[in-house]
């Protein structure tokens, strides 16, 4: 739940007491919530005032708007334990100076931090991206001159919202940008005209030298409706390739074009094989060409590879509420029966057995998935009966060989 204050007030103190009398922030049944703080006129507490409110809201959510952040403001906001957004209409007494040099000298992991970065001085910033102690960081409005350097940031997850057109003319320059973060997040915003394809492409042959990144997720928001080149598909998926611990690889673009009906083959052809992938998400305007008639081609997607799931721009799961059901239901069988693997030999046999009476004694693909996986554990389990004969061994040796 989100609380949100617009306070006026004769004096710093005024507007602070009723910030705290308003949301009883000293309560500690109340402190779960987020606060954002904006003003009509420019805040500019006093420290002993700010140092009080923060105490109140820590741990929590803070958005702070047009407040001009002294360097004892700054000094406290890198301090504190907070989940902190400084967005519009913040000015930084000191171009940022005391507030790098304290997220700098931090020991503890910064959670979540959100900046409009265009009153940060370009030393600041520079700082800023090298700092290895903030968990996800969220950035906006950079200068067209450092418009790269985020991609340096050294956060263990980045979001980056930036205009395509900022990128034209800069492929000389693309060699040298380094991409630090785990988990990236690109929100690239086009206003109309041509696609700027040769830009955007040689951003993405970059990315495609890295093989750090574990969740990747480009939302292109494009008001001239292009249709996204398929150099451009071809780039994404020699980047999702070069990862082969990329778990999660997204292309939301829930609110606007282009959307990537005629390209969902191509990238169920590229992806199909990726080991590490696990959630594919796209967004898709008419199922029928994208997945096919009776979603056919998602469903030997699917079948293919069993550790993916396909889900829209709002993470919900594509299915046709019966057959893509059905798969996702074996694919879960399938995975459950690869951790059996590292359950203790002494355990695994009556588990194995358990899962073959319960789950898959009515399921030939089921039964055969599991004793192409466990049939070791299986023979164990019944060498123990006096009744078998050398023809039942026999007969379970060969539905180890079974693959769905």
Request: hydrophobic letters at 40%.
């Amino acid at each position: 739940m989100t609380r949100t204050l617009i306070i006026v007030g004769e004096s710093d103190c005024a507007i602070l007491e009723t910030a705290l009398y308003i949301l009883e922030l000293e309560k500690e049944e109340v402190r779960s919530g987020d606060l954002e703080l904006c003003t009509g006129s420019r805040l500019t507490l006093r420290p002993t005032c700010w140092s009080k409110l923060l105490d109140a809201v820590s741990s929590r959510f803070l958005e702070i708007k047009n407040t001009t952040l002294s360097v004892k403001l700054s000094q406290l906001l890198a301090t504190k334990p907070l989940q902190l957004s400084i967005l519009e209409d913040c000015y930084y007494e000191d171009g940022g100076t005391a507030f790098v040099n304290a997220l700098e000298r931090r020991r503890s992991i910064f959670d979540s931090l959100e900046l409009s970065c265009d009153h940060f001085h370009d030393d600041n910033l520079k700082r800023l991206f090298r700092v290895d102690k903030i968990k996800h960081l969220e950035v906006r409005r950079v200068k067209d001159e450092l418009i790269l350097l985020p991609f340096s940031a050294q956060a263990d997850s980045l979001k980056y919202s930036l205009l395509l057109s900022t990128l034209q003319g800069l492929e000389a320059h693309m060699h040298s940008v380094n991409f630090g973060t785990r988990k990236l997040e690109l929100l690239l915003f086009h206003s109309g005209g041509p696609f700027p394809t040769s830009s955007f492409l040689s951003l993405l042959r970059r990315m495609a030298q890295f093989d750090h990144f574990a969740e990747l997720t480009i939302d292109i928001m494009d008001r001239g409706r292009n249709l996204v080149p398929d150099s451009v598909v071809q780039e994404l998926i020699r980047i999702v390739t070069a990862n082969c611990g990329l778990q999660v690889f997204n292309l939301p673009n829930i609110l606007s074009h282009p959307y990537w009906n005629a390209h969902t083959t191509t990238f169920f052809d590229g992806l199909r094989d990726h080991k590490g992938l696990r959630t594919f998400g796209v967004t898709v305007t008419d199922k029928v060409e994208a997945f096919g008639p009776d979603f056919i081609r998602l469903r030997h997607f699917l079948s293919y590879n069993r550790n993916i799931t396909v889900t829209d721009g709002f993470r919900d799961v594509y299915t046709d509420g019966l057959l893509v059901d059905e798969i996702y239901a074996l694919n879960r069988f399938y995975r459950e029966s690869k951790t059996l693997v590292f359950v203790p030999q002494s355990e695994r046999p009556l588990l194995v057995a358990t899962a073959l009476t319960r789950s898959a004694s009515d399921h030939f693909q089921r039964s055969a998935l599991l004793l192409a996986d466990h049939a070791d554990a299986l023979l164990d389990l019944i060498q123990c009966s006096p009744n078998l004969t050398a023809k039942h061994f026999d007969a379970i040796h060969d539905l180890g060989h079974f693959e769905s």
